[in-house]
C-alpha cells in the first residue's frame, strides 16, 4: 500500500485520483483550506487536513504531510482568479510544497502541470493567462532543478468525460483534451514505474492503453 499527500485535494484531477487510489486500496492524505471540502476526502476513506498553502510555511506542509511515501501537487488557483493567485499557488505552492517534501523526508514528487506552458504565449493572451502559463512553467523549472524524485505531467485541455484509458505521451504532443479520470490515473502509474522519476511528458486522449504509455515515457519500450 503506498501513502500519498495530495495538496490541492478539492480540485477536479484531485478527485478522481483520489477514487482511483481508493479503488486501488492505497492510503492518502487530502491538504484542502476549505473545511467543506474535507468531506470529500473522508467519502473515499482518505485523512483531511486543512491547510492554506497560499499563508502555510514550508515546515507547516512539512508536517501536513508526514508519513506520506509521496506526494502529487495538484493545486491551482483556478480559472476565475486573478493574476496575484496565479503566482501564490501554482508557482508559490508548488515551491513551498517542493520545501516541505525535503523537510519531511518524502522524495517521490508529481506535479501536475499544463501542455504548451513553455511555449510562447500569443500576442492577444490576456494577464491572468500570461501569469498562469508563467507560473506553471517557472514552477516545473524549479522542480526540475531540486533533488526530489520528480515527475511532471502536462496534460492538455480538461474534461469531465468518464476515461477511456487510452491516451498519447511523449516529451511533445499535440494539442488536445484529456479526461481527468485518465489524468489521474497516469499519474498512478507513474508513481508505480520507478522509470518515471525525472521524466516531464504531455498527456492527451489516444489510443494507447495508460501502463503502456507511461512504460513509453519511461524509456521501457
Not at 515546515?59 to 506520506?68: F, K, L, N, Q, Y
Not at 515551491?95 to 500569443?122: C, H, M, N, T, Y
Not at 492577444?124 to 511532471?152: C, F, M, P, Q
Amino acid at each position: 500500500m503506498t501513502r500519498v499527500a495530495i495538496i490541492g485535494a478539492h480540485g477536479k484531477v484531485a478527485q478522481q485520483l483520489m477514487r482511483v487510489l481508493y479503488d486501488e486500496g492505497d492510503d492518502f492524505i487530502g491538504i484542502v483550506r476549505n473545511e467543506d471540502h474535507a468531506d470529500d476526502i473522508y467519502r473515499f476513506g482518505g485523512e483531511g487536513v486543512l491547510l492554506d498553502i497560499e499563508r502555510a510555511e514550508p515546515d507547516a506542509i512539512a508536517h501536513a504531510v508526514e508519513g506520506a511515501d509521496a506526494i502529487v501537487f495538484a493545486a491551482g488557483a483556478g480559472a476565475g482568479s486573478g493574476v496575484e493567485r496565479k503566482g501564490t499557488v501554482d508557482f508559490g505552492g508548488s515551491v513551498k510544497s517542493q520545501r516541505a517534501a525535503e523537510l519531511a523526508g518524502i522524495r517521490r514528487f508529481v506535479q501536475v502541470s499544463a501542455w504548451g506552458v513553455d511555449d510562447p504565449v500569443s500576442d492577444d493572451a490576456d494577464d491572468s493567462w500570461r501569469a498562469y502559463v508563467a507560473a506553471k512553467r517557472d514552477a516545473d523549472a524549479e522542480l526540475r532543478r531540486g533533488e526530489l524524485d520528480w515527475t511532471i505531467v502536462r496534460p492538455g485541455s480538461l474534461t469531465l468525460e468518464d476515461g477511456t484509458g487510452l491516451v498519447e505521451a511523449a516529451t511533445r504532443v499535440g494539442r488536445g483534451s484529456i479526461p481527468r479520470e485518465d489524468v489521474a490515473r497516469v499519474i498512478v502509474a507513474a508513481l508505480r514505474n520507478p522509470g518515471t522519476v525525472r521524466t516531464q511528458f504531455e498527456l492527451v486522449s489516444g489510443s494507447t492503453p495508460i501502463d503502456e504509455a507511461v512504460a513509453k515515457v519511461a524509456g521501457q519500450e
